[in-house]
Nanobody, 123 residues
Framework: QVHLVESGGGQVQTGGSLRLSCEASGRTADVYTMGWFRRPLGKEREFVAAISRGGGITYYSDSVKGRFTISRDNAKNSVYLQMNNLKPEDAAVYLC????????????????WGQGTQVTVSS
């Protein structure tokens, strides 16, 4: 069992920045790929970014590429998402996930999920 706790969400204006953090605990040997997904209000989860265990491979959705940066610190069992130039369409609950054996972009590939942190973007 892996427990994930996100933090860093909040309200920003269009064009602003926010840094999200996610710390894993429990069976951290099962923490391989880590990813960020988001769930806009009333919608399904969608892929945002993922990073391999060693940090050498990163994937981004087309909608955030060039604006968001994913990183990780394995000594802290943590993954981060730096979000720059935020847009109203970025508003959502952001969730981190882990457990995928390969770097993946699909919800089904991940085994454990955090509860999420709210990001609000005002025009």
């Amino acid at each position: 069992q892996v427990h994930l706790v996100e933090s860093g969400g909040g309200q920003v204006q269009t064009g602003g920045s926010l840094r999200l953090s996610c710390e894993a605990s429990g069976r951290t040997a099962d923490v391989y790929t880590m990813g960020w997904f988001r769930r806009p209000l009333g919608k399904e989860r969608e892929f945002v970014a993922a990073i391999s265990r060693g940090g050498g491979i990163t994937y981004y959705s087309d909608s955030v590429k060039g604006r968001f940066t994913i990183s990780r610190d394995n000594a802290k069992n943590s993954v981060y998402l730096q979000m720059n130039n935020l847009k109203p369409e970025d508003a959502a609950v952001y969730l981190c996930a882990t457990g995928a054996a390969v770097v993946a972009k699909t919800v089904a590939a991940y085994d454990w999920w955090g509860q999420g942190t709210q990001v609000t973007v005002s025009s």
